[in-house]
């Protein structure tokens, strides 16, 4: 075991955890940040994303180890007010059907659109992919990202 300085959606969170423990065990049962979700365990369906420095990162297989200082956004700390302009086209696109993927979904969108305010339909595509929805719903996801982009 030892004890890792966090920097959480603009908090400072202490934790002691073994320094293997992935960051989606250290969000969901130290700091009880739960809207990171569990999907795979192998990086390969997107639920568990998170921003490490801004930059869409798959939780389950980040150890704590590895993030020092870097501030960690989570779902909880994209918008106080759930208004960011992703959350916001999300509603607006009507994307949700179970919800499960949704956290990943747009934490991956908020990054592209970070780092890529006017992406194009193929670029929406490469960033997007790998995101997982059982649902079926990658229309309006696509949709979703290009309204939240123009606003």
Request: proline share 5%; hydrophobic share 40%.
């Amino acid at each position: 075991m030892a004890i890792f300085n966090l920097n959480i959606n603009g908090k400072k969170q202490q934790v002691e955890v073994d320094p293997a423990t992935p960051m989606l065990w250290v969000l969901r049962d130290h700091l009880q940040l739960v809207g990171t979700k569990y999907g795979c365990g192998i990086a390969q369906c997107g639920a568990c994303t998170i921003h490490l420095e801004g930059q869409a990162m798959r939780s389950c297989q980040l150890p704590v180890s590895a993030v020092g200082e870097q501030a960690i956004t989570t779902i909880e700390g994209l918008s106080e007010k759930g208004d960011h302009p992703v959350q916001k086209a999300w509603l607006e696109h009507d994307v949700p059907q179970c919800g499960y993927c949704q956290a990943g979904q747009i934490m991956t969108a908020a990054a592209l659109l970070n780092s890529n305010p006017d992406p194009s339909e193929e670029e929406i595509e490469t960033a997007m992919n790998g995101n997982i929805c059982r649902c079926g719903t990658y229309l309006r996801i696509k949709a979703a990202v290009k309204t939240a982009a123009a606003s």
